[in-house]
């Protein structure tokens, strides 16, 4: 008689272990892909963030007109706003007190690596868990397959003649414990290198903005 071999099937003849291996995995796999979206969401509107105010700054409006117009949006600065406002804020309370030109660029700096800080600290969100994923599911679901494929090897044990046909259907389902794991890891570890150079590519942005600003303010505190 024809068996029914398919996913379905197989995963609810499987055991009761394996069934919890597969059970983590698809959790794993749809917790991975909401991390996903939420992070291509935050990084195309870091994106858009980013160029908006690079062409407001470098359209030769005032820096104070720049910090005021920021004091009035409702919601929390990101990336190179967030380190321009951290910057600035220093830089104004510093100068108004007749501080040492080096102590208020030195405050400034420290208060611009601060902001660079917390934007790394929020790009690098849920990075830790699709790297996880991506490098244990694999192990995980190989774990549901060796201990499936045990299970088949234990039953032959009680059958008087082994045939293909009386352990496809035992390997078959530890098998696709392996194939969700592979589901699992690959989008994770592709999405995770991909979220990891975008990060790379961000902070060097915003660090090469952070030295460009402190120039601009270095000739301020200068001229005063």
Not at 37 to 44: D, K, P, S
């Amino acid at each position: 008689m024809e068996q029914d071999l398919s996913i379905i099937t197989l995963v609810s003849q499987a055991s009761i272990f394996v069934q919890a291996i597969m059970a983590i995995l698809v959790l794993a796999s749809l917790l991975s892909w909401y991390l996903i979206a939420q992070r291509v969401m935050y990084f195309n509107m870091a994106e858009r963030e980013m160029k908006r105010f690079e062409a407001q700054f470098w359209s030769g409006t005032d820096l104070n007109s720049l910090y005021e117009q920021g004091a009035g949006k409702q919601s929390l600065p990101v990336g190179m706003e967030s380190i321009f406002r951290a910057g600035f804020k220093e830089f104004s309370r510093m100068a108004q007190r007749n501080i040492d030109s080096d102590a208020v660029m030195e405050g400034c700096q420290r208060a611009m690596r601060v902001a660079l800080s917390r934007e790394e600290e929020q790009m690098e969100k849920s990075l830790p868990f699709l790297a996880t994923v991506g490098s244990t599911s694999p192990y995980v679901g190989l774990l549901g397959t060796v201990w499936g494929i045990m299970g088949s090897f234990h039953g032959l044990a009680q059958v008087q003649q082994a045939t293909l046909a009386t352990v496809a259907p035992g390997i078959s389902e530890a098998l696709v414990a392996t194939a969700m794991g592979l589901i699992a890891a690959i989008p994770a570890v592709v999405s995770y290198n991909r979220f990891s150079s975008k990060l790379d590519s961000y902070i060097g942005k915003y660090d090469t903005f952070a030295d460009e600003f402190s120039s601009i303010l270095h000739r301020q505190v200068h001229v005063r």
